[in-house]
Structure formats: structure tokens, C-alpha cells
């Protein structure tokens, strides 16, 4: 079965910093992978997604994730952060059934001042 | 374009009692995803209707149901509620033609089950 692991729960990094979250997941095949980004008593929106060729993707707001096959990972990663950047952020993989995509577990993202 | 829209955004019931949620996709947008999210479960998928049919079903017990209406309009329904429900239920459209569709998000209705 499809899933999700990201291994961080909570990430503090101070503002100006660069940013790496991570993300692994299992799938049998190409999988098609998704970042999405909560803000506090928000939905949740797309950050970038990666559905095939170039293994480096980029997204909104500055961010950018690298599929790497031989590693099942899909990390997310922005070379500066901004306090406004602070929010969940959740990796998925859309499952074998159509329109069904898996979230993580999200990782908590603060900036320090 | 106007957002998915979800309502109530908030609602407080006891226990034993039910609730209906209401999202309105995107204009075009043929399916919609409900989504159950709790601080220690995360986000847990509870079903997806496309052209008014459950096309999947998450792992919930029968007392969460579905259905979407021809202008697709959905609604999600909570039966006997249990104190376990106390969630942020998400709904989210898409165009559901394909296997590679973006999720589109509501902000969510908040239930505080008592």
C-alpha cells in the first residue's frame, strides 16, 4: 500500500536560514507526489507537485523538491525562509485509485526572529 | 474563480447526536474529497464523489456517509457522533478527470463533539 513518512514533526529554523524538509514514501510505481502548505485555520494549498521528468521541481512562494528514486524521498527545500513561511507542511502520494491522495503526517514549521 | 467553499465553518454537538457539512467545489469541478484532520491522526481520507457516485471510500465506520448532488455540491454526514470526532473536516475539489489532479481546499468546518 501507498504511504507517507515524514520524519520531522516540528522544525524550528531562524528566519534567513535555508529550509530542508523531508519526506520518503513507498509506492510500487512512478508515483506522483505532492507538497501542500497549511497556514494556521487554513485549507490546504499546493505547493509544487511532481509528476514526471525533470526531478527537480519548483513550486510557489520559493520552494523547490527533488525526487529521488533510489532514495523514496521527495524533500522540500527553500534557500531562504521568511516568517511567513511558518505553517504545516504536508507531503503526499496519490494512490493507485484515482483521486485518492495519502498525506504524511506534516511537519510543523516555526521561525525564529 | 471562487474557492471551495465549506459551512458551517464551526459547530459544537453532543454526543449522540448528527451533522451535515456542506462544500461547494470550484466552478467545473467534477469531484470532491472529504478529508478528516486531528491532531494525532493527521489527515485521514473519508471518501470521494465524482458525477454524484462514491467513486472511493476511505477506512470509516458506516456512520460517516456521503453523497454529492448533480451540481456537485457535497455533503458529508455524522451519525451518532463520539467525543473521537471531534475533527477538522476538510473537503476538496478537483477536476477528477484524471489520475495527476491538484487537491483544491475549503478552509474546513471545525466540529467539537461535547
Known amino acids: 500500500a501507498q504511504s507517507v513518512t515524514q520524519p520531522d514533526i516540528h522544525i524550528t529554523v531562524s528566519e534567513g536560514a535555508s529550509l530542508e524538509l523531508r519526506c520518503n514514501y513507498s509506492?510500487?510505481?512512478?508515483?506522483?507526489l505532492f507538497w501542500y502548505v497549511q497556514s494556521p485555520g487554513q485549507g490546504l494549498q499546493l505547493l509544487l507537485k511532481?509528476?514526471?521528468?525533470?526531478?527537480l521541481v519548483q513550486g510557489i512562494k520559493g520552494f523547490e523538491a527533488e525526487f529521488k528514486r533510489s532514495q523514496s524521498s521527495f524533500n522540500l527545500r527553500k534557500p531562504s525562509v521568511h516568517w511567513s513561511d511558518a505553517a504545516e507542511y504536508f507531503c503526499?502520494?496519490?494512490?493507485?485509485?484515482?483521486?485518492?491522495?495519502?498525506f504524511g503526517s506534516g511537519t510543523r514549521l516555526s521561525i525564529r526572529p | 474563480k471562487a474557492g471551495v467553499t465549506q459551512t458551517p465553518r464551526y459547530l459544537i454537538k453532543t454526543r449522540g447526536q448528527q451533522v451535515t457539512l456542506s462544500c461547494s467545489p470550484i466552478?467545473?469541478?467534477?469531484?470532491v474529497s472529504w478529508y478528516q484532520q486531528t491532531p494525532g491522526q493527521g489527515l485521514q481520507f473519508l471518501f470521494e464523489?465524482?458525477?454524484?457516485?462514491?467513486?472511493n471510500k476511505g477506512n470509516f465506520p458506516g456512520r460517516f456517509s456521503g453523497r454529492q448532488f448533480s451540481n456537485s455540491r457535497s455533503e458529508m454526514n455524522v451519525s451518532t457522533l463520539e467525543l473521537g470526532d471531534s475533527a477538522l473536516y476538510l473537503c476538496?475539489?478537483?477536476?477528477?478527470?484524471?489520475?495527476?489532479?491538484?487537491?483544491?481546499f475549503g478552509e474546513g468546518s471545525r466540529l467539537t463533539v461535547l
Open positions: 464523489y465524482f458525477s454524484e457516485t462514491q467513486r
Open positions: 476538496a475539489s478537483s477536476e477528477g478527470t484524471s489520475n495527476t489532479g491538484e487537491l483544491f
Open positions: 511532481y509528476f514526471s521528468g525533470d526531478t
Open positions: 509506492y510500487g510505481a512512478t508515483p506522483y
Open positions: 466552478s467545473g469541478h467534477r469531484s
Open positions: 503526499a502520494v496519490e494512490s493507485t485509485s484515482a483521486s485518492k491522495i495519502i
